[in-house]
């Protein structure tokens, strides 16, 4: 009940095109789902989140689609960049901030 | 913005020695530290919530004779990898919020490459 599935666990994306990213979750407590992006030998740095009380959120390229009765999230990145290219991971908590992290998709952006 | 700094970046030990990582809210006060543990091509995985002034909270399968954590001021809490074996080889990695609960954003730290040989 306590994990977060993140699929596909690898991603190659043409420069311009959309990147996907899906997670989904058992536990109907989670009420944050923040995205977060870690490159090589780096800590993640949080990208955007989102809340169940809305269905999506943009911030700049970066959009998360929210379907709570699915219990299922993702993360697109419109107009993807070579400099985009990461490991990108979901994840939820419980109005804390413990979170649970998804397994992570390695994102390559090819020019 | 929020900033956590992590020291050191990268650390070599030998088997049996231990290795104390730091971790530090350079701009804010942080309560509530998290320790996680990432091995290659994996996902973090929570090791233990460190509070300020208390015993810090391990998870399940942690061994908090072994893992040591200290938070002894707002800023800063220490993960002490006691005894440490080659299976301790791992990314370890802090974070910390400014505020405690209600889904503050949590800020990383750039993680700690530790090597036992």
């Known amino acids: 009940q306590q994990q977060v599935k993140q699929s596909p666990q690898s991603l190659i994306v043409q420069k311009g095109g959309i990147s996907i990213i899906n997670c989904a979750y058992e536990n109907t407590a989670f009420d944050y789902f923040p995205w977060y992006q870690q490159f090589p030998g780096k800590g993640p740095a949080l990208l955007i989140a989102?809340?169940?009380?809305?269905s999506e959120k943009k911030e700049g390229r970066f959009t998360i689609s929210f379907n709570k009765s699915a219990k299922q999230f993702s993360l697109h990145i419109m107009d993807s960049q070579p400099g985009d290219s990461a490991t990108y991971f979901c994840a939820a908590s419980m109005n804390t901030d413990k979170l649970i992290f998804g397994t992570g998709t390695r994102l390559q952006v090819f020019p | 913005g929020a900033v956590v700094s992590q020291h050191p970046s990268r650390v070599i030990c030998k088997s049996g020695t231990s290795v104390k990582i730091e971790c530090r809210s350079l701009?804010?006060?942080?309560?509530?530290m998290f320790w996680y543990r990432q091995f290659p091509k994996q996902s973090l995985m929570l090791m233990a919530t460190?509070?300020?002034?208390?015993?810090?909270?391990?998870e399940q399968g942690v061994e908090k004779d072994k893992f040591l954590i200290n938070h002894a001021s707002l800023t800063l809490s220490t993960l002490t990898v006691t005894s440490a074996h080659p299976e301790d080889s791992s990314f370890y990695i802090c974070?910390?919020?400014?505020?405690?609960?209600?889904?503050?954003?949590?800020?990383f730290g750039n993680g700690t490459r530790l090597t036992v040989t």
């Open positions: 701009d804010f006060q942080a309560t509530t």
């Open positions: 460190s509070n300020e002034g208390s015993k810090a909270t391990y």
């Open positions: 989102i809340r169940p009380d809305v």
């Open positions: 974070s910390a919020s400014a505020a405690v609960g209600n889904n503050s954003p949590l800020h």
